[in-house]
């Protein structure tokens, strides 16, 4: 099993800046969208709100405090034994308003005083331009991603990042799951990655395959301009990659899958292929979609093709054909009998990881790169301060055989394998501090209450020892 992963595997984990930095308004840092949205909970939808209430707590303005703690943070990381950590740059730190022309300098500063911390222990930062926290002044100046104006914004961003840390970051990537948008009928998830907010009468379908289209043009413009300052870089974009498994082996049910995922990939064809795919063409054809799509814009789709495919994995999906060939993802999931959930009602299926990373070699032929995986769960911080999360290892543990077995038995590319929220963050969905992910226990309850003191858990010397041994020592 030593054998399995190349030298140099990126071992490490993940995070967001605007889930766990906190510090909302310090260093000149603008307002992100992630500031306007309130706790919720599994059962209760995170708020949008258009001013900050007051009175309302929103969990992202404290995050766990890494802001002020990143030093003691990263040293827990490197005990671990990390060769990699994946966060954002927050857009609204470098341009507080987004369409400044000069960037915020004390932005910039933070970045590489964290930068330069990780390398000081041997750990290589892995950064995301955009992971759900535009500046909010994009959203009401603008529209967020719905104008075509955002490209030129995005790219000084791009421009900016590359220019100034192409020497602290060899990996980037552009848009962080930028399909879940798939889901237009979701408020939360067209907010988080396009800045939208429908008003009555929208057509949210298309709205969506236009911001997304502006979003991959933006992309494929950051590729070619992290490789104009240093072709050393390697961009790649992001995908949030839950396989849909069809419902049974009814023909209708099978071409539906297809469907289903073909819906949720495509944005994974067109950063890898540079062009889009033929059915989404006579989708939007059938749909009678005008989208703003321009020559020139296919030139750009095609220079900017992805250097890797960076992915998320937490979940599958089955989905049920019921008449209509057009993926509903709010409607046209069904459970799947074979595989158990966690406590947040996702799915818990170690093999679709195998299945995730033959998919994508298969159809993309890129290096992969798994930057997030893990479970969401309760953890207890017991009197003696210890957090007993076997739950958590034997999840990963059954991720990771599975990842090695792609790897070793079918022969699949991976750069690395992070985590998601390897020190407890606030979860993006519900906004909760006790949807928890980590290695490392944060004392800190949904309202931002506690200590904030930082505690490893089992998985700490359990993922201290995978690291150790390679991936052998499961
Ligand atoms: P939370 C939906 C489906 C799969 C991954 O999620 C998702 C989402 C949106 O929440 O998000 C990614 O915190 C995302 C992270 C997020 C993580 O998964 O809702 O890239 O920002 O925290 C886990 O449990």
Redesign the pocket.
């Known amino acids: 099993m030593t054998k399995t992963f190349k030298d140099g595997f990126l071992w490490g984990g993940?995070v967001?800046a605007h889930?766990l930095e906190g510090a909302y308004q310090e260093g000149g840092k603008g307002l992100s969208i992630a500031d306007m949205m309130t706790l919720g909970s599994r059962d209760q939808a995170r708020e949008l709100t258009d001013e900050i209430v007051p009175g309302t707590y929103y969990p992202n303005h404290v995050g766990n405090d890494f802001y002020h703690h990143y030093k003691e943070d990263v040293k827990l990381m490197a005990e671990m034994g990390f060769k990699a950590f994946r966060t954002s740059i927050a857009w609204s730190r470098i341009f507080p308003n987004g369409d400044e022309t000069a960037p915020n300098e004390a932005g910039l500063a933070f970045y590489d005083d964290l930068f330069d911390e990780l390398l000081k222990y041997g750990i290589q930062p892995v950064i995301t331009l955009s992971?759900?926290e535009m500046p909010l002044n994009l959203v009401k100046k603008y529209g967020g991603w719905a104008n075509r104006d955002l490209i030129t914004i995005f790219a000084r961003f791009a421009h900016v990042c590359f220019e100034r840390y192409h020497d602290k970051v060899k990996y980037w990537m552009t848009f962080?799951?930028i399909n879940?948008q798939t889901n237009y009928e979701s408020d939360?998830?067209v907010y988080?990655n396009s800045g939208i907010k429908f008003k009555a009468g929208d057509d949210k379908q298309k709205l969506m395959y236009q911001a997304a289209h502006y979003e991959l043009v933006a992309s494929a413009q950051a590729v070619q301009i992290a490789h104009a300052i240093d072709p050393s870089l390697q961009v790649g974009c992001?995908l949030?990659f839950?396989p849909i498994y069809p419902a049974s082996s009814k023909p209708e049910d099978i071409l539906f899958a297809q469907r289903a995922m073909d819906s949720r990939l495509y944005f994974g064809d067109v950063h890898v292929n540079g062009t889009y795919p033929n059915w989404l063409q006579a989708y939007f054809t059938e749909k009678g979609y005008d989208l703003d799509i321009t020559d020139r814009d296919l030139e750009i789709l095609k220079k900017g093709t992805v250097d890797y495919v960076a992915f998320?994995y937490?979940?599958s999906f089955t989905a049920k054909y019921s008449g209509h060939w057009d993926y509903r993802e709010y409607s046209d999931l069904v459970a799947n009998p074979y595989i158990k959930s966690n406590d947040?009602g996702?799915a818990i299926d170690p093999v679709g990881l195998r299945y995730a990373l033959n998919w994508m070699t298969t159809r993309w032929h890129k290096p992969l790169f798994i930057v997030?995986n893990?479970l969401?769960a309760y953890d207890k911080l017991t009197a003696d301060k210890q957090v007993h999360d076997d739950y958590r290892i034997d999840y990963l543990r059954d991720h990771l055989v599975q990842m090695e077995k792609a790897v070793a038995d079918d022969g699949v590319d991976l750069l690395g394998y992070l985590p998601?929220?390897c020190i407890d963050?606030?979860?993006?969905?519900?906004g909760e501090m006790k949807?928890r992910?980590g290695f490392i226990y944060v004392d800190e309850d949904d309202y931002g209450r506690g200590s904030f003191k930082r505690y490893p858990k089992d998985s700490f010397y359990w993922y201290k020892k995978v690291i150790a041994s390679n991936g052998a020592n499961l």
Do not use: D, P, R
């Open positions: 993940a967001a889930q992971h759900f962080n799951e879940n939360i998830s988080e992001m949030a839950c998320s937490y979940m947040w996702w997030e893990g969401g998601w929220g963050l606030v979860s993006a969905s519900t949807k992910y």
